[in-house]
């Protein structure tokens, strides 16, 4: 089994920041991508960041120049710096990972719980 864990959600007015942690945890061989995606009330799940095992990222066009992930692969964790909020940013954040377990045989995808983030005065 596999799980993943956010941390680090919460309310913050406009402008300000916060920086979202995940942990992976379980029987875990290997990490492919891992990324963070979000959902506010009556919306779809979308895009925010991915980050390869490389380092190679990739941001959401409303996102971009505001939010940084990075991770740590020794540890299993990725993590989203969220800069210059906007109300708008608000949402339940997901994390995701595509890992290799020894319990299957191919990478799947994994999701956590999420974290809520509220952007407001």
């Known amino acids: 089994q596999v799980q993943l864990v956010e941390s680090g959600g919460g309310l913050v007015q406009p402008g300000g920041s916060l920086r979202l942690s995940c942990a992976a945890s379980g029987s875990i061989i290997s990490i492919n991508d891992m990324g963070w995606y979000r959902q506010a009330p009556g919306k779809g799940r979308e895009l925010v960041a991915t980050?390869?095992?490389?380092?190679?990222?990739n941001y959401g066009d409303s996102v971009k120049g505001r939010f940084t992930i990075s991770r740590d692969n020794a540890k299993n964790m990725v993590y989203l710096q969220m800069d210059g909020l906007k109300p708008e940013d608000a949402a339940v954040y997901f994390c995701?990972?595509?890992?290799?377990?020894?319990?299957?045989?191919?990478?799947?995808?994994?999701w956590g719980p999420g974290t809520q983030v509220t952007v407001s005065s």
């Open positions: 995701n990972a595509e890992v290799l377990s020894f319990v299957l045989t191919a990478p799947i995808d994994y």
């Open positions: 980050i390869t095992s490389g380092g190679i990222t």
